[in-house]
């Protein structure tokens, strides 16, 4: 069976502050992989989905980035972090690149950045 | 582009009432709809999803879904709420004319349950 690890779970970063979050998918080859934020009363945004190694798109202009150093592992990465990037933080898989296809979430990490 | 809307950001039904979570879509081509539900601080979990197979969909823990297209709607219930049945609830829409594998979700409905 597949799974999906996310870590850390949680993370208290200042302002100004470098931030790398691992996402990595056990049991399947060459996922679609994505990463979305939900903000505090908002609902899940898109940030960034990856159909393979080197692979990124980005859906949302931003001080974040994210990259696919090996098939099954998502990296989401910044610089500096800004109090705006506070939020949850969650990342997907899909077997298939078809509209039918399931996504399916990793537990998450929570961001706090003061 | 496609877009959902859930009407109600909060819903608290009694336990054992019918639970009715609403979810209205916007498409200009055949959806493909879904539920998930999100228990705090955990991720996504899908519920039951729509893919043109049959209009009233079955999922898990009791939940089901209607697609109605004269509607546009895609409405999530449960015949007599639990407990456990406490947490957010999120519809999402994909659409053929997607030129990738993106969701779009509402804003979510979170269901509290009165003892």
């Known amino acids: 069976s597949q799974t999906i690890h996310q870590w850390p779970a949680t993370l208290v970063q200042p302002v100004g502050s470098p931030l790398s979050l691992e996402c990595t998918v056990e049991?399947?080859?060459?996922?679609?992989l994505y990463w979305y934020r939900q903000a505090a009363g908002r609902g899940l945004q898109l940030l960034f989905y990856?159909?393979?190694?080197?692979?990124i798109s980005s859906e949302v202009p931003q001080n974040l980035s994210a990259s696919r150093p090996q098939d099954r592992q998502f990296i989401l990465s910044s610089k500096k972090l800004l109090l705006s990037d506070s939020g949850f933080y969650l990342c997907?898989?899909?077997?298939?690149?078809?509209?039918?296809?399931?996504?399916?979430f990793g537990p998450g990490t929570r961001l706090t950045v003061l | 582009a496609q877009s959902v809307t859930q009407l109600g950001s909060h819903v608290s039904v009694s336990e054992g009432a019918l639970v009715l979570l609403r979810c209205n879509y916007s498409?200009?081509?055949?959806?493909?709809l879904f539920w998930y539900v999100q228990y705090p601080n955990q991720g996504l979990q899908l519920l039951l999803k729509?893919?043109?197979?049959?209009?009233l969909v079955k999922g898990i823990n009791g939940f089901e879904a209607e697609f109605k297209k004269s509607e546009t709607s895609f409405h999530l219930t449960k015949p007599s709420a639990h407990m456990s049945d406490a947490a957010e609830y999120f519809c999402?829409?994909?659409?053929?004319?997607?030129?990738?594998?993106?969701?779009?979700f509402g804003t979510g409905t979170r269901l509290t349950i009165i003892p």
């Open positions: 997907a898989w899909s077997r298939l690149a078809g509209v039918q296809d399931t996504q399916y």
């Open positions: 049991g399947t080859s060459n996922p679609n």
């Open positions: 990856s159909v393979g190694i080197g692979q």
């Open positions: 498409s200009s081509v055949p959806p493909y």
């Open positions: 729509y893919t043109s197979a049959a209009t």
């Open positions: 999402a829409v994909k659409g053929l004319d997607f030129g990738n594998e993106k969701l779009t």
